[in-house]
């Protein structure tokens, strides 16, 4: 079983995501973190985000050990794109486009063995059922 966790709309171009990508890309998450903490680009941050938080997720909801878990699958796809005009000159505006990404986390490890639960013993409700 695999845990994902998904970073939409980060408001920079998916070629760019994509490099910083590829640097972590099959790495565990320890090593991935660790990488992208040297990594001087600005989707570093971005990339770091959605890795922390998929193994969060998979720690706190999916009982994973954290330092057994390792990136299966890292994908970038391209996002919406805002629609925006720059002034330019004799009263013109010229078009451009901000780009947008989603980034995608597989992590997968080792489960944690479940706890065995204490059987409760039978222990009175109310002080007339003791007597």
């Known amino acids: 079983m695999s845990v994902k966790a998904l970073a939409k ?14 640097l972590v890309r099959g790495r565990s998450v320890a090593d991935a973190l ?11 941050i971005a990339v770091k985000k959605a890795i922390q938080s998929a193994a969060a997720n998979a720690d706190y909801n999916h009982n994973f050990k954290p330092d057994t ?3 299966k699958e890292i994908t ?5 794109r805002y629609k925006r005009f720059r002034p330019a000159a004799r009263g013109m505006a010229l078009p451009y486009e901000l780009k947008t990404s989603h980034i995608r ?12 639960k204490k059987s409760a013993s039978k222990q009175p409700a109310t002080k007339k059922e003791a007597k």
């Open 9 to 22: 709309n980060v408001r920079i171009a998916p070629r760019k995501v994509g490099e910083v990508v590829s």
């Open 69 to 71: 878990l390792y990136i």
């Open 76 to 80: 970038v796809t391209p996002g919406p």
């Open 105 to 116: 986390v597989i992590v997968d490890g080792a489960q944690r063995q479940p706890k065995a």
């Open 34 to 44: 660790t990488i992208l903490d040297h990594t001087p680009r600005r989707s570093a």
